[in-house]
């Protein structure tokens, strides 16, 4: 078991690294050293630099960033000179690849190219919202789809069935500014407010009430796209647990259909749902993007989308780095469960 | 399930709880729609508009603009600079206002702009474009009498650099460098010779540990500046609230002008990046101002229920659209070709679609309101695929009878047209030219990239055509980096490259006379339609929208588009 556990922790940490890696070599091949000159081209204030000087102050800021020494160990010659020479060149431990994993390795998640600001305090800040949005909609959601799925698969109510599925084609977007324009307009129900988080310091400690109210859209919106799988799914394993023999059996002891359903069926119904539970986080994170864009929240989504598209790639491997270890967690701690859940799992060789 | 309904009911609580919150402590507050963060507030490093703007309320330069009449004027000076030349040296003389201090009361004195020169110059800082924007002034020379005097050497003799060498914020030496360690540094030595500066004077090294570790992009609380307002509480990606200053120098002015008095008592950026997020809570009365509402959204709200509520003003502003052309490739190369191609665009209907007509035409990159300088002899240009025909044909190019246009020695006609991906304007731009040109039997591809990308295509030549939004200037006109040859590489995208026009852009740069400036001027529009390197589609207007509780609302042509010093809430005026 032990062994089992480490191989796969191994596992998990060689693939987030192979994919840190991957990304790191990606963001790099992107064009970003017109950064400066972008910005000289978009001033409104006439440019007094010559071309010489700005190529002098380009240069400054690329070694100032760690971006004029190679990318990595390897880096392709230039063969124009000499034909004959190898195409690869072996550049040591002085390039940017190496620098940038030593320091990561010390906990030193380097700064942001925008502000300065270290990028490990940025993650933090905008993790404090989006924890708080995530772990909120998780919780509802596992707490809403087990019910809502008993419910169905009891049931059969064909109608909810198919709101419940219609919801799901909709996209995230839609149904977040669907909320909006219902539940915060003025031309229908200004019932909650717009967007943010209103201008005092509001936090759950100080005013939980009315930190909570600036949730309720983005939970809502959240929790309405993400209901249907898991409930569906449940309803569906539900209805094929209920027609097998030892529900029968169970029945025929005296227990009543609700009660064989819970104690008896509901276990084995659950095995499915471990995996689409696990994958909410990851998911969730991933949509608090579109509603932290829509509601103006602050956030790690957002803070990820503005990284790309300004190519601050420290904030953006950061950022990424954490998505993947979450992501190899969960799948991680789905196969924990799964093992915990059925015994039958456990004998089985590796 | 039963559970559901008592839920419902607690959320609908918590929204009536906030609803009756939400506007208590913006009774003396203007609140303004910003569509990002800031990002940096430190005023050596500040780049996005959003930072410029309240840059510009928490500190003072030397110069400013009259946003009205467009002029330059003094700021924390008494008078624009006095101005002498020798050899190719310009000496700027400027007289510090005897009333300007900083929060603390002691004066600004000419010593802190020397401090700022060197902060910029200073090593180890991130203070790149600065120092290539600032590069001109090689030395500032303090006056032993007045402590309030002071002249920059300037190595440029272009009269542009009067504005360039004022707009930078005056920082305190006595907040960042209380021993004045850096006042022995000479500013000519730490532009030529870095180094050597470092080894010289190891304080560099020092103050600059100390400026990083300060951290005042994220904190410019520990900067106090001498502008009318200070930061009271700024949450990155939620709001940002600057208060007015109660003893700000300027109140002290017998008859101050509109630059230097600051109405709002509290401004309130609020940061909400959805476009109709925004709007709803414009609105509900959640913001009271809107600056820059898309053209579609303007017009529709104009035209809405809302007039009663909410305000809608417009400016001439100085942005223009334009379409430019590679010219150094080899079907581009002719003139002829060029301005056959120019005639492909529909440009009132573009205007129309992309702006509602929220946009105004002009001939050249000069802006029609500058009526000294604009050429209006020369006629606006018509679409007429049948004359592009026509002008193609008499370029040299010849209609194949299997489709498209070639030209013995240089091949087909195709075009990539480049773009910003996700800009519908400009999407909308194309796909116009592209239909007009397949009219005529022109293939053109559309080639949207993502702004990175596209910069480099740009950088580096690899387009036939593009389309990009420019920033002209009100205050001056530099064609320097835009169409001269040593711009290619850098900003001259079209790679227009002609020595008569090199001269011409040359002479601009250089004429103190503003008639004769003027007519070079003239004579420059004239060439440039006749070489057609870029193509002006239009210019934008500035939009904005209020709600009824603000007053005195003063649009700008210049971003931000509106004058914020001079806004007032209905209640709070007297």
Same mark, same amino acid.
């Given at each position: 078991?032990?062994?089992?556990?480490?191989?796969?922790?191994?596992?998990?940490?060689?693939?987030? /690294?192979?994919?840190?890696?991957?990304?790191?070599?990606?963001?790099?091949?992107?064009?970003?050293?017109?950064?400066?000159?972008?910005?000289?081209?978009?001033?409104?204030?006439?440019?007094?630099?010559?071309?010489?000087?700005?190529?002098?102050?380009?240069?400054?800021?690329?070694?100032?960033?760690?971006?004029?020494?190679?990318?990595?160990?390897?880096?392709?010659?230039?063969?124009?000179? #000499?034909?004959?020479?190898?195409?690869?060149?072996?550049?040591?431990?002085?390039?940017?690849?190496?620098? /940038?994993?030593?320091?990561?390795?010390?906990?030193?998640?380097?700064?942001?190219?925008?502000?300065?600001?270290?990028?490990?305090?940025?993650?933090?800040?905008?993790?404090?919202?989006?924890?708080?949005?995530?772990?909120?909609?998780?919780?509802?959601?596992?707490?809403?789809?087990?019910?809502?799925?008993? /419910?169905?698969?009891?049931?059969?109510?064909?109608?909810?069935?198919?709101?419940?599925?219609?919801?799901?084609?909709?996209?995230?977007?839609?149904?977040?500014?669907?909320?909006?324009?219902?539940?915060?307009?003025?031309?229908?129900?200004?019932?909650?407010?717009?967007?943010?988080?209103?201008?005092?310091?509001?936090?759950?400690?100080?005013?939980?009430?009315?930190?909570?109210?600036?949730?309720?859209?983005?939970?809502?919106?959240?929790?309405?796209?993400?209901?249907?799988?898991?409930?569906?799914?449940?309803?569906? #394993?539900?209805?094929?647990?209920?027609?097998?023999?030892?529900?029968?059996?169970?029945?025929?002891?005296?227990?009543?259909?609700?009660?064989?359903?819970?104690?008896?069926?509901?276990?084995?119904?659950?095995?499915?749902?471990?995996?689409?539970?696990?994958?909410?986080?990851?998911?969730?994170?991933?949509?608090?993007?579109?509603?932290?864009?829509?509601?103006?929240?602050?956030?790690?989504?957002?803070?990820?989308?503005?990284?790309?598209?300004?190519?601050?790639?420290?904030?953006?491997?950061?950022?990424?780095?954490?998505?993947?270890?979450?992501?190899?967690?969960?799948? /991680?701690?789905?196969?924990?469960?799964?093992?915990?859940?059925?015994?039958?799992?456990?004998?089985?060789?590796? | 399930?039963?559970?559901?309904?008592?839920?419902?009911?607690?959320?609908?609580?918590?929204?009536?709880?906030?609803?009756?919150? %939400?506007?208590?402590?913006?009774?003396?507050?203007?609140?303004?729609?910003?569509?990002?963060?800031?990002?940096?507030?430190?005023?050596?490093?500040?780049?996005?508009?959003?930072?410029?703007?309240?840059?510009?309320?928490?500190?003072?330069?030397?110069?400013?603009?009259?946003?009205?009449?467009?002029?330059?004027?003094?700021?924390?000076?008494?008078?624009?600079?006095?101005?002498?030349?020798?050899?190719?040296?310009?000496?700027?003389?400027?007289?510090?206002?005897?009333?300007?201090?900083?929060?603390?009361?002691?004066?600004?004195?000419?010593?802190?702009?020397?401090?700022?020169?060197?902060?910029?110059?200073?090593?180890?800082?991130?203070?790149?474009?600065?120092?290539?924007?600032?590069?001109?002034?090689?030395?500032?020379?303090?006056?032993?009498?007045?402590?309030?005097?002071?002249?920059?050497?300037?190595?440029?003799?272009?009269?542009?650099?009067?504005?360039?060498?004022?707009?930078?914020?005056?920082? !305190?030496?006595?907040?960042?460098?209380?021993?004045?360690?850096?006042?022995?540094? *000479?500013?000519?030595?730490?532009?030529?010779?870095?180094?050597?500066?470092?080894?010289?004077?190891?304080?560099?090294?020092?103050?600059?540990? &100390?400026?990083?570790?300060?951290?005042?992009?994220?904190?410019?609380?520990?900067?106090?500046?001498?502008?009318?307002?200070?930061?009271?509480?700024?949450?990155?990606?939620?709001?940002?609230?600057?208060? &007015?200053?109660?003893?700000?120098?300027?109140?002290?002015?017998?008859?101050?002008?509109?630059? @230097?008095?600051?109405?709002?008592?509290?401004?309130?950026?609020?940061?909400?990046?959805?476009?109709?997020?925004?709007?709803? %809570?414009?609105?509900?009365?959640?913001?009271?101002?809107?600056?820059? *509402?898309?053209?579609?959204?303007?017009?529709?709200?104009?035209?809405?229920?809302?007039?009663?509520?909410?305000?809608?003003?417009?400016?001439?502003?100085?942005?223009?659209?334009?379409?430019?052309?590679?010219?150094?490739?080899?079907?581009?190369?002719?003139?002829?070709?060029?301005?056959?191609?120019?005639? @492909?665009?529909?440009?009132?209907?573009?205007?129309?679609?992309?702006?509602?007509?929220?946009?105004?035409?002009?001939?050249?990159?000069?802006?029609?309101?500058?009526? +000294?300088?604009?050429?209006?002899?020369?006629?606006?240009?018509?679409?007429?695929?049948?004359?592009?025909?026509?002008?193609?044909?008499?370029?040299?190019?010849?209609?194949?009878?299997?489709?498209?246009?070639?030209?013995?020695?240089?091949?087909?006609? %195709?075009?990539?047209?480049?773009?910003?991906?996700?800009?519908?304007?400009?999407?909308?731009?194309?796909?116009?030219?592209?239909?007009?040109? %397949?009219?005529?039997?022109?293939?053109?591809?559309? &080639?949207?990239?993502?702004?990175?990308?596209?910069?480099?295509?740009?950088?580096?030549?690899?387009?036939?055509?593009?389309?990009?939004?420019?920033?002209?200037?009100?205050?001056?006109?530099?064609?320097? !980096?835009?169409?001269?040859?040593?711009?290619?590489?850098?900003?001259?995208?079209?790679?227009?490259?002609?020595?008569?026009?090199?001269?011409?852009?040359?002479?601009?740069?250089?004429? *103190?006379?503003?008639?004769?400036?003027?007519? +070079? +001027?003239?004579?420059?529009?004239?060439?440039?339609?006749?070489?057609? !390197?870029?193509?002006?589609?239009?210019?934008?207007?500035?939009?904005?929208?209020?709600?009824?509780?603000?007053?005195?609302?003063?649009?700008?042509?210049?971003?931000?588009?509106?004058?914020?010093?001079? @806004?007032?809430?209905?209640?709070?005026? !007297?």
């Amino acid at each position: 078991m032990a062994g089992r556990f480490f191989s796969q922790l191994g596992q998990t940490l060689l693939i987030s /690294w192979g994919i840190i890696t991957l990304l790191f070599l990606l963001t790099r091949t992107l064009p970003n050293e017109q950064d400066l000159l972008a910005r000289f081209a978009s001033s409104s204030v006439p440019l007094a630099a010559s071309a010489q000087q700005l190529q002098v102050a380009q240069a400054q800021a690329r070694h100032r960033l760690g971006l004029d020494i190679p990318l990595f160990y390897l880096t392709q010659a230039d063969v124009s000179e #000499a034909p004959l020479a190898p195409r690869w060149r072996w550049t040591g431990t002085q390039n940017q690849y190496h620098r /940038w994993l030593s320091k990561l390795l010390q906990g030193d998640t380097g700064q942001s190219y925008r502000t300065g600001e270290p990028v490990g305090e940025l993650l933090r800040g905008s993790l404090y919202h989006t924890v708080s949005l995530t772990l909120l909609s998780a919780a509802l959601l596992a707490g809403l789809s087990l019910p809502l799925g008993i /419910w169905l698969a009891v049931s059969g109510r064909r109608l909810a069935l198919a709101t419940l599925f219609a919801l799901d084609t909709l996209p995230l977007f839609v149904v977040a500014l669907l909320l909006l324009l219902f539940l915060a307009s003025p031309d229908m129900l200004a019932l909650f407010p717009a967007y943010g988080l209103g201008t005092d310091a509001v936090s759950f400690r100080s005013a939980p009430i009315n930190y909570l109210s600036y949730l309720v859209l983005p939970v809502a919106s959240l929790v309405l796209t993400g209901i249907t799988a898991p409930a569906v799914q449940l309803a569906g #394993a539900l209805q094929v647990e209920i027609k097998k023999e030892y529900v029968l059996a169970a029945r025929a002891k005296g227990l009543s259909a609700a009660e064989a359903l819970r104690r008896h069926a509901l276990r084995n119904a659950l095995l499915p749902s471990i995996t689409l539970l696990t994958d909410l986080l990851p998911n969730l994170l991933a949509g608090s993007l579109v509603v932290e864009l829509i509601f103006a929240l602050p956030g790690f989504g957002r803070l990820l989308a503005e990284a790309a598209a300004a190519r601050d790639f420290p904030v953006l491997l950061a950022g990424v780095g954490l998505v993947v270890v979450v992501r190899q967690i969960s799948l /991680w701690l789905a196969e924990a469960l799964y093992l915990l859940a059925d015994p039958r799992l456990r004998n089985r060789p590796a | 399930m039963r559970l559901l309904p008592s839920l419902v009911l607690l959320l609908v609580l918590c929204g009536a709880l906030t609803g009756c919150t %939400a506007s208590t402590d913006s009774a003396d507050t203007i609140r303004i729609r910003w569509p990002s963060d800031p990002e940096t507030l430190d005023p050596l490093l500040v780049s996005s508009p959003q930072a410029l703007e309240v840059i510009n309320l928490l500190h003072c330069s030397l110069l400013t603009s009259n946003p009205e009449q467009l002029q330059i004027v003094p700021w924390l000076v008494e008078s624009l600079p006095k101005i002498s030349r020798h050899d190719s040296l310009t000496r700027l003389t400027y007289q510090l206002r005897a009333e300007a201090t900083w929060d603390n009361g002691q004066p600004v004195l000419a010593r802190d702009v020397a401090f700022t020169l060197r902060v910029m110059h200073c090593p180890g800082l991130p203070t790149e474009f600065a120092r290539a924007q600032y590069g001109f002034v090689q030395e500032i020379e303090l006056d032993s009498a007045d402590s309030r005097r002071f002249t920059l050497i300037c190595s440029s003799a272009s009269p542009d650099i009067v504005l360039a060498s004022g707009d930078y914020s005056i920082l !305190p030496e006595y907040s960042l460098d209380p021993l004045g360690t850096l006042r022995a540094v *000479p500013l000519a030595l730490l532009r030529t010779d870095t180094a050597e500066a470092v080894r010289r004077h190891p304080a560099l090294r020092a103050f600059a540990a &100390r400026y990083r570790q300060a951290q005042l992009s994220r904190h410019p609380d520990r900067l106090p500046g001498c502008g009318p307002y200070r930061l009271k509480s700024w949450e990155s990606n939620r709001y940002m609230v600057l208060e &007015r200053k109660a003893g700000w120098w300027a109140n002290r002015l017998p008859k101050p002008p509109p630059w @230097l008095q600051a109405r709002p008592e509290k401004l309130a950026y609020q940061i909400i990046p959805d476009n109709t997020t925004a709007l709803l %809570a414009l609105r509900r009365g959640s913001l009271d101002l809107y600056p820059m *509402p898309t053209a579609r959204d303007f017009t529709a709200m104009r035209a809405s229920a809302d007039t009663a509520r909410l305000a809608f003003y417009t400016a001439d502003s100085y942005d223009m659209l334009v379409v430019g052309f590679n010219t150094q490739r080899p079907m581009l190369r002719t003139a002829a070709t060029r301005r056959a191609l120019s005639l @492909l665009f529909n440009i009132p209907d573009l205007m129309q679609a992309t702006h509602q007509g929220l946009a105004y035409r002009s001939v050249s990159l000069i802006n029609p309101h500058d009526r +000294l300088a604009y050429q209006d002899s020369l006629p606006n240009l018509i679409f007429s695929p049948v004359e592009a025909r026509r002008q193609l044909q008499l370029a040299g190019w010849q209609l194949r009878p299997a489709g498209g246009w070639w030209n013995g020695k240089i091949g087909p006609l %195709a075009l990539r047209i480049s773009y910003h991906a996700g800009a519908t304007e400009h999407e909308t731009v194309a796909l116009q030219f592209q239909a007009a040109a %397949a009219r005529i039997g022109v293939e053109v591809q559309l &080639r949207p990239a993502e702004a990175g990308l596209l910069q480099q295509q740009l950088a580096t030549g690899d387009t036939d055509m593009f389309i990009r939004k420019t920033s002209g200037n009100p205050f001056a006109y530099n064609f320097m !980096p835009l169409l001269h040859t040593r711009g290619i590489g850098l900003i001259n995208y079209s790679r227009f490259s002609q020595p008569a026009a090199d001269e011409l852009i040359e002479a601009i740069t250089a004429e *103190p006379s503003p008639e004769r400036h003027a007519r +070079l +001027l003239k004579r420059f529009q004239v060439l440039l339609r006749r070489e057609s !390197p870029l193509v002006v589609l239009y210019f934008t207007r500035n939009r904005l929208i209020t709600t009824r509780r603000v007053t005195s609302v003063r649009t700008l042509s210049v971003r931000p588009g509106y004058d914020v010093l001079s @806004l007032q809430l209905a209640s709070a005026k !007297p």
